[in-house]
């Protein structure tokens, strides 16, 4: 039964991501979409270049805040914060453009990440920690993507706390090109993408 309502719930978030036709950007999940995505408990588990970040830390895939780990108590780590849950979790992946080879969220994604901001501003979400994984695909070097998957992933978590989203409920992660939704492509819009799973 929650098998049958995950993949009408994936089924319909699908159809939303497709564009009415080519050349236009896709509307993206309204707030309610994004909220029933995030509702079920979380089960174990160019303008600019980017900002330079570190690579995600190589046995959690954790994004360095900006600043620096000296400047944060080990407690108030990125990681401890937000646990990544995997695609086990509740969780959708978000259409959410970049300027090429930056961190500079692309205008045309704003409307979604509002819908993101309001959703886990609404009562019905209040409370629940996400993380933010980023996805490149695989042009450019390995490590070269795995700090921008970071930058982005970080990009949208600064985004959301502009939003009035409590940072604590945040966390930022990078996987660079390592998990496609297009396997074996060198270049696919599908694979760069912003993920987003319910951590509790």
């Given at each position: 039964?929650?098998?049958?309502r995950?993949?009408?719930?994936?089924?319909?978030?699908?159809?939303?991501?497709?564009?009415?036709?080519?050349?236009?950007?896709?509307?993206?999940?309204?707030?309610?979409?994004?909220?029933?995505?995030?509702?079920?408990?979380?089960?174990?588990?160019?303008?600019?270049?980017?900002?330079?970040?570190?690579?995600p830390?190589?046995?959690?895939?954790?994004?360095?805040?900006?600043?620096?780990?000296?400047?944060?108590?080990?407690a108030?780590?990125?990681?401890?914060v937000?646990?990544?849950?995997?695609?086990a979790?509740?969780g959708?992946?978000?259409?959410?453009?970049?300027a090429?080879?930056?961190d500079?969220?692309?205008g045309?994604?704003?409307?979604?990440?509002?819908?993101?901001?309001?959703?886990?501003?609404?009562?019905?979400?209040?409370?629940v920690?996400?993380?933010?994984?980023?996805?490149?695909?695989?042009?450019?070097?390995?490590?070269?993507?795995?700090?921008?998957?970071?930058?982005?992933?970080?990009?949208?978590?600064n985004?959301?706390?502009?939003?009035?989203?409590e940072?604590e409920r945040?966390?930022?992660?990078?996987?660079?090109?390592?998990?496609?939704l297009?396997?074996?492509?060198?270049?696919?819009?599908?694979?760069r993408?912003?993920?987003i799973?319910?951590?509790n």
């Amino acid at each position: 039964m929650m098998k049958t309502r995950l993949n009408s719930l994936l089924a319909t978030l699908l159809l939303a991501f497709a564009p009415a036709h080519a050349g236009m950007p896709a509307a993206g999940p309204t707030t309610e979409d994004i909220i029933e995505a995030l509702s079920a408990p979380a089960r174990p588990s160019g303008r600019r270049s980017f900002k330079p970040t570190a690579a995600p830390d190589r046995s959690t895939n954790a994004c360095a805040e900006p600043g620096g780990a000296a400047s944060t108590p080990p407690a108030r780590r990125n990681l401890n914060v937000v646990p990544y849950a995997g695609s086990a979790a509740a969780g959708l992946d978000l259409d959410v453009r970049f300027a090429v080879n930056s961190d500079a969220i692309d205008g045309g994604s704003l409307g979604v990440l509002t819908r993101l901001g309001e959703a886990l501003n609404s009562p019905a979400l209040s409370g629940v920690h996400v993380a933010i994984a980023g996805h490149t695909d695989r042009q450019g070097g390995h490590e070269h993507n795995l700090k921008l998957s970071c930058a982005r992933a970080i990009a949208v978590k600064n985004w959301l706390i502009r939003e009035g989203v409590e940072a604590e409920r945040l966390g930022a992660y990078g996987f660079g090109p390592d998990r496609p939704l297009e396997v074996g492509k060198r270049v696919s819009e599908a694979n760069r993408r912003v993920e987003i799973r319910r951590a509790n």
